[in-house]
């Protein structure tokens, strides 16, 4: 797979693209395949080593992903659902999103699960519209989270 990989070099934290083999991803029991994938200002200081964002290297950056699930442990996300993995330390103390195929997550970090919902409204809801998507009640006309707590 290729991944935005923030490793630790001579002259600090660098980013860069890389190919990755799904064996160095940190763990989780939801495998997904991004569509997807949100940085932020965190990401790009992270990139460029001019800030210590990433709290383990190397690490993949991204706080969030648009992704289908693969496969997983949890019986409520089968094969093809489509959910948002959004904070929960993504692309700080653990991989984040930005990456082009499957990648493990834990299953109670991926939320709005409706199956009519399309990948691109999902994304619509970044770190900035979150909040107050929540909040409206909006999400409940697009999503329905399902058990657990909404990343």
């Known amino acids: 797979m290729r991944a935005f990989r923030l490793e630790e070099t001579t002259e600090g934290p660098q980013g860069r693209l890389v190919d990755l083999d799904q064996a160095a991803l940190t763990e989780g029991d939801t495998l997904l395949r991004t569509h997807y ?39 409520a996300l089968g094969p093809g659902t489509m959910v948002i993995a959004h904070g929960m330390g993504l692309g700080v103390d653990r991989d984040g ?33 979150l909040p107050p998507w929540l909040s409206t009640g909006w999400n409940s006309m697009v999503c329905s989270p399902g058990p657990g707590r909404l990343p």
Do not use: F
């Open 97 to 129: 999103g930005w990456r082009t195929h499957s990648a493990p997550m834990r299953s109670g970090w991926c939320g709005c699960r409706k199956a009519s919902t399309r990948a691109k409204q999902r994304r619509s809801v970044s770190r900035a519209t």
């Open 37 to 75: 994938a949100g940085i932020n200002y965190k990401d790009a200081l992270a990139g460029t080593g001019r800030a210590l964002i990433a709290r383990m290297l190397p690490l993949n950056a991204g706080i969030e992903a648009v992704a289908e699930v693969v496969e997983s442990a949890d019986p």
